[in-house]
């Protein structure tokens, strides 16, 4: 290999692993000095066109407590037909279907391009895809047409063996039947009674005091066996036009709303219905309950606000000041609900459309631990909510659903490692195997999580920890082994194992401390660092957090940086680190950890996308991309800096949650006078569609789709750019460095510079 970036670049592409560091300090003091701990970025169903499955199992360890698949970092005897497992190093009989097997006819997982393998497994009945509908009917009417339609559409994207169910609210819940052919017919529930799921089944007919639970077999029959069950989930090919023509009838809830006050909205309820019936239909069975709502929860178990329109729903200053009456007992409702729902693989995403918060903040646990999806907007009426929707029944090369169900992960290690903990939309699954650490970081004390919906980019952050003692060195050549193990049920209801597993060198990190330093993967660090900060912020006060990363960052720079003590002139990074602080500080001004000028919901749904993205999505949540379009040459990415915004420049920035086009104050000028519209500056026109179709091509691929702003210099929407650049120059300092070039930021925030300056100093002090 060339150099590490392109190490990096092809495990990447080829397993869809990034570490923080590609070669190991080899004892656990060494590791805890390296500040940022062993770690890496995982994405479970990274897309592989040249990766098909294989249709036979996978051969596993024979050992009970380590169970390891077989891989091509194995030792293998090809005469005796024996396997060496390089967890436990247990010698294993390979079985008899592998009798052919020699040097030259080798299968697949025994090859070295095979690091990542994907197994279909045969073994029992297939289940069907499920898409329960919660609709909130407390909308504006042209909201609630626009929403009809979309689930119309979505109804055709959906294939034709999925069962589907509706379930809608307003101040009373009711749940459709679907069998009914010519009467509309539903349940209803009281939208201010907590419900148990017993009580839930018992009154829709789904229990019977003798009736035993329903099996996974069983359920293939239900519709001979339980009429009552298959009422309300319905194949789509058998309900289509019924369903359709329900759906286009829907009205706006009838309860008539006072003056000054909020639609009663029985949200909490209408979950607690939706999570109950696919917890006694479907058990352990992939499925997705879609939640649409207009506004926040005001009746009910899971209350956010009340109906008084004069209280206003909470803001972070309420909670800082324990202001906020609803916040822990809704909190507390939905994260039962989420944890019933993750139990059973059933995911909850959640669409909200509304001028104001709709409660995402007490809500975001029911996608958060489920893998569901949160999409926020304005409204449903708007090509933002339309397309992203849309976008969540895309299909893949092979036409299949970009999304897996029921996931389960499992890690292991080999025996100089442990497990820490996982950072993603995940919760644990309580495995307490030999390889699990009592360091806990993220969720921890498991090396297995249930993830119950997955996608081709869904990342999750795995964290490690060396257990090597310092006084027991590891032979030379060792190499530290991890394995991801991930079943999932594939979106044509196939079950598969994916298998991926990753081999680091080990490095004494005395005399070999520039091997390890050059083997830092600086993009994947900040992004590891990030998620452990985004972590910690859900549960400690901002500066708290800003200030464990601030000492983080300084701990690293001491201990790579080359410095004369007391001298921050003399200070320097290599170039393995050279960005790391770069991306710290933009990471402090994100709005990930600062919640100024963002609502609770806002900053919830960051947070939310932030710690499920890839790597390079994560980046730019991070530190934006900036490109600038000029006479002066092609279109070409420039820093992220004050100084980048000139007069003659339109600039897009994209922040992956808004794509932002600046038009420099001449260039708005010349718009304003319709230059663009004369035939002598077609190339001004040209330079004005350039961004625009670059945009274009990001909207189109984007999930979710991102917020677009069109403006200018001193429009009002400029804020969008102004906030995220460095401000190198400020109202403070413009005359004093005698700077004619970019515009002037009117804030006191401090500079990358200023922040460069105060890293080095505090860095070389030899007090530190």
């Known amino acids: 290999m060339a150099t590490y970036q392109e190490f990096i670049q092809q495990n990447e592409d080829r397993d869809g692993v990034r570490f923080s560091w590609n070669v190991w300090p080899s004892s656990r003091l060494e590791a805890t000095r390296l500040v940022v701990p062993v770690s890496c970025l995982f994405t479970p169903l990274k897309e592989r066109p040249d990766l098909p499955p294989v249709q036979y199992e996978p051969v596993l360890c024979s050992r009970a ?18 396997w060496a497992c390089n967890f436990c190093f247990q010698r294993n009989p390979f079985p008899p279907s592998y009798a052919g097997i020699s040097d030259v006819n080798q299968p697949a997982e025994l090859m070295p391009q095979f690091s990542t393998i994907e197994y279909i497994v045969q073994r029992g009945p297939s289940a069907p895809l499920i898409f329960l509908y919660v609709v909130d009917t407390c909308l504006e009417e042209e909201d609630l047409q626009a929403l009809r339609e979309s689930l119309q559409m979505s109804l055709s994207l959906l294939p034709p063996n999925a069962l589907v169910g509706l379930i809608t609210f307003g101040r009373m819940v009711q749940v459709h039947e679907l069998s009914c052919e010519g009467i509309a017919k539903s349940y209803v529930f009281r939208g201010t009674k907590e419900l148990s799921a017993k009580q839930i089944q018992f009154q829709q007919g789904l229990l019977h005091s003798s009736s035993p639970s329903i ?85 009910g178990p899971g209350m956010v606000v009340g109906d008084e329109l004069k209280t206003p729903i909470r803001s972070w200053h309420d909670i800082q000041k324990d202001n906020a009456r609803h916040l822990k007992k809704a909190t507390k409702y939905h994260e039962a609900l989420a944890n019933r729902s993750a139990v059973n693989g059933h995911s909850i995403d959640i669409y909200a459309c509304a001028l104001d918060q709709t409660g995402l903040l007490e809500m975001k646990c029911l996608s958060n631990l489920t893998g569901g999806h ?74 297995q999580w249930k993830v ?21 060195p590891i032979p030379q050549g060792g190499r530290g082994v991890i394995q991801f193990v991930t079943q999932f049920q594939h979106s044509n209801t196939q079950r598969r194992i994916r298998v991926t597993t990753v081999a680091r060198n080990w490095a004494d990190a005395q005399s070999q401390i520039q091997h390890i330093e050059s083997s830092f993967d600086q993009e994947a660090a900040a992004v590891l660092m990030a998620r452990l900060g985004v972590f910690r912020a859900e549960s400690e006060e901002g500066p708290d957090v800003l200030r464990w990363l601030d000492r983080q960052l300084i701990r690293l720079c001491q201990k790579f940086g080359q410095f004369n003590k007391d001298d921050p002139m003399s200070f320097k990074l290599s170039e393995s680190l050279s960005l790391y602080p770069q991306f710290m ?20 749904y960051y947070r939310h996308h932030f710690v499920r993205q890839d790597l390079t999505q994560s980046l730019i949540m991070i530190q934006p991309i900036l490109y600038s379009y000029s006479f002066h040459g092609p279109p070409e990415p420039v ?130």
């Open 374 to 447: 949160i999409v926020m907007g304005d409204s449903f009426n708007t090509s933002l909510f339309k397309q992203t929707f849309q976008r969540v029944f895309s299909k893949d090369y092979n036409g299949d659903f970009r999304m897996a169900f029921g996931s389960t992960m499992e890690v292991k290690t080999s025996r100089e490692l442990k497990v820490c903990g996982a950072i993603g939309p995940c919760v644990s699954l309580n495995s307490k195997s030999p390889c699990v650490s009592e360091n806990e970081m993220g969720i921890g004390s498991t090396n």
């Open 215 to 299: 099996t996974y077999s069983s359920r293939l029959f239900l519709s001979n066996v339980w009429p009552c069950v298959s009422r309300f989930l319905q194949p789509v090919h058998r309900v289509d036009m019924n369903l359709t023509d329900l759906l286009g009838e829907l009205q706006r809830d009838p309860w008539p709303v006072p003056q000054g006050k909020r639609p009663l909205r029985s949200t909490g309820v209408a979950l607690s219905v939706a999570v109950g019936l696919l917890e006694c239909t479907f058990p352990n069975t992939g499925a997705r309950v879609m939640l649409f709502t207009g506004g926040p929860p005001t009746q």
């Open 585 to 604: 500080f933009h990471l402090r001004r994100s709005p990930f950890l600062q919640v100024f000028n963002n609502s609770p919901d806002e900053s919830s």
């Open 452 to 472: 119950c919906s997955l996608t081709p980019s869904t990342t999750l952050a795995m964290y490690f920890e060396v257990v090597n003692q310092h006084n027991a």
């Open 65 to 82: 407590n380590c169970k390891a698949v077989l891989n091509p970092l194995c030792q293998v005897d090809f005469r005796a037909k024996i």
């Open 639 to 768: 820093l992220l800096d004050s100084s980048s915004i000139l007069p003659d420049r339109i600039l897009l920035m994209d922040t992956f949650f808004q794509l932002v086009i600046f038009h420099g104050e001449t260039i708005a000028q010349w718009r304003k006078a319709g230059y663009q519209e004369m035939a002598e500056y077609d190339n001004f026109k040209q330079l004005l569609q350039a961004p625009l179709d670059d945009a274009q091509e990001i909207l189109q691929t984007r999930f979710p789709m991102p917020r677009y702003i069109d403006t200018e210099h001193n429009g009002s929407q400029a804020r969008f750019l102004l906030s995220k650049v460095n401000p190198s120059q400020t109202h403070n300092n413009l005359y004093a460095m005698g700077q004619e070039s970019g515009a002037p930021i009117l804030t006191d925030d401090v500079s990358l510079q200023v922040f460069m300056d105060h890293l080095k100093k505090l860095a070389v002090s030899s007090s530190a």
